[in-house]
């Protein structure tokens, strides 16, 4: 018994299963694979270290092109690959190479000016003692500072392990 | 026509999949080998004591009679036996009311009789009533054993956030 297809779906959804429709399917295929492994990486967030940014369970979208032709900026948010990037650390640049960092009664300060961060919320009281960001390093911090400093992974990372920009 | 070559195509992977199954190559078996060192570090909830005892015996039988540990926010530098490191499995899995460990992005790098390994663990349960969440880069040793097996002869954290 032979099926048909609801005159309510058009036809173009519904290609003739033939080798040319199967050529298209695996192109897509391939196509929809490179973009979303190479380009644009989906990520959802597990962990709440990027809170109020990002919620834990929540999505974002990495852009692995975005320092292709430009550095990575003060305030981005940067996926930074472990082992490979199956599972990626999300955080935030505060400190570009060079520039001397440190925290004081919670408050973020480079190169002995406080900065404003209107992506953290909550209580802070962080206190680190200055430290200057290596060659070839970026310093980054979760926007969850109201978790003890001890409890939170932060501090430089090489610029090699920056996947692309997060959003 | 289509369907034949969809179905010869399915065959071949399942052809595939079964060789890399029964007969697997230095790397399958590396593979392995963490994912049963993942296995046994994983502590499902209500675990009894004697389980506890055997899988962390297990994780011991994964490693040389003496291999290098170095995880420096543990403590833990320089070489431990077999029996150290069972002690070592059963003090970290008794931290954890409920454990899973999951190794992925493994990177083998093979040398004869030796095998280098990079990967990403992550490590999620309970402990203390609060949920835990780990994550961390690894890099491991291994060497091929008398029976052609690999086991652990390195094992350390590799730092990727210095503050």
């Known amino acids: ?167 | 026509m289509v369907k034949k070559t969809i179905y010869i195509l399915l065959a071949a992977l399942a052809v595939v999949l079964l060789v890399r199954h029964f007969f697997p190559g230095d790397e399958q078996k590396i593979r392995q080998q963490f994912t049963r060192l993942a296995g046994y570090a994983s502590r499902p909830a209500g675990e009894k004591t004697l389980a506890g005892l055997q899988r962390a015996s297990a994780v011991s039988r994964l490693f040389m009679d003496r291999a290098h540990i170095d995880v420096a926010e543990a403590g833990l530098a320089g070489e431990y036996d077999r029996q150290e490191i069972r002690t070592l499995a059963l003090m970290f899995r008794n931290r954890f009311a409920r454990l899973s460990v999951e190794c992925v992005d493994l990177t083998v790098s093979l040398d004869r009789d030796q095998a280098h390994v990079t990967a990403t663990c992550r490590a999620v349960g309970t402990a203390g009533g609060e949920r835990v969440r780990e994550t961390r880069e690894i890099r491991a040793d291994l060497v091929r054993g008398r029976e052609d097996d690999w086991l652990f002869s390195g094992f350390a954290f590799v730092p990727v956030l210095q503050r």
């Open chain 1, 1 to 167: 018994m032979k099926g048909r297809i609801p005159r309510s779906i058009p036809a173009w959804l519904v290609p003739a299963m033939n080798r040319r429709s199967l050529l298209r399917v695996l192109l897509l295929g391939l196509a929809a694979w490179l973009f979303f492994s190479r380009v644009l990486l989906p990520l959802r967030i597990d962990g709440r270290s990027m809170e109020p940014t990002f919620g834990d369970g929540s999505w974002a979208v990495c852009n692995r092109l975005a320092y292709l032709f430009a550095q990575p900026r003060r305030f981005d948010v940067v996926a930074i690959r472990m082992a490979g990037d199956r599972v990626v650390l999300l955080k935030r640049i505060v400190a570009l190479a060079g520039e001397t960092v440190m925290f004081r009664k919670g408050v973020l300060y480079v190169d002995g000016r406080p900065l404003a961060e209107p992506h953290v919320q909550g209580p802070c009281n962080w206190n680190l003692a200055p430290r200057t960001v290596a060659p070839g390093r970026l310093y980054v911090v979760g926007d969850n500072r109201a978790v003890p400093m001890q409890m939170h992974d932060f501090g430089q990372v090489d610029r090699q392990r920056i996947l692309g920009k997060v959003w």
